[in-house]
């Protein structure tokens, strides 16, 4: 088993930055893939970022891409995900999760994965 904790969410201005932190616990297994995907009201889960423990290969969103990025301290215990030039529709709830199945990476850019923290708000408005 795998135990997720976020942390870093609130309430930022447009332009503003934030750092979230996902406190990784393993137990009885290790993970293909960690990172995050967010869900905003009435929208699908959308994935934001993701590590292939594979290669340390990360993946974006298009999104995101060149404002946000994604990071593992070397024990592989946290994992950040570091969001500038925030925009209000970046606002949505924002989850860690890890893929334990060894499923294509785009799965999980669709926001398909086995392991979810509790998910931390992040909320962009002036």
């Known amino acids: 088993q795998l135990q997720l904790v976020e942390s870093g969410g609130g309430l930022v201005q447009p332009g503003g930055s934030l750092r979230l932190s996902c406190a990784v616990s393993r137990f009885t297994s290790d993970y293909y893939a960690i990172g995050w995907i967010r869900q905003a009201p009435g929208k699908e889960r959308e994935g934001v970022s993701v590590?292939?423990?594979?290669?340390?290969?990360?993946y974006y969103a298009d999104s995101v891409k060149g404002r946000f990025t994604i990071s593992q301290d070397n024990a592989k215990t946290t994992v950040y995900l570091q969001m500038n030039s925030l925009k209000p529709e970046d606002t949505a709830n924002y989850y860690c999760a890890a893929d334990l199945s060894g499923r294509p990476t785009i799965a999980f850019m669709r926001g398909v994965s086995d392991t979810w923290g509790q998910g931390t708000q992040v909320t962009v408005s002036s």
């Open positions: 590590i292939v423990s594979a290669d340390d290969s990360t």
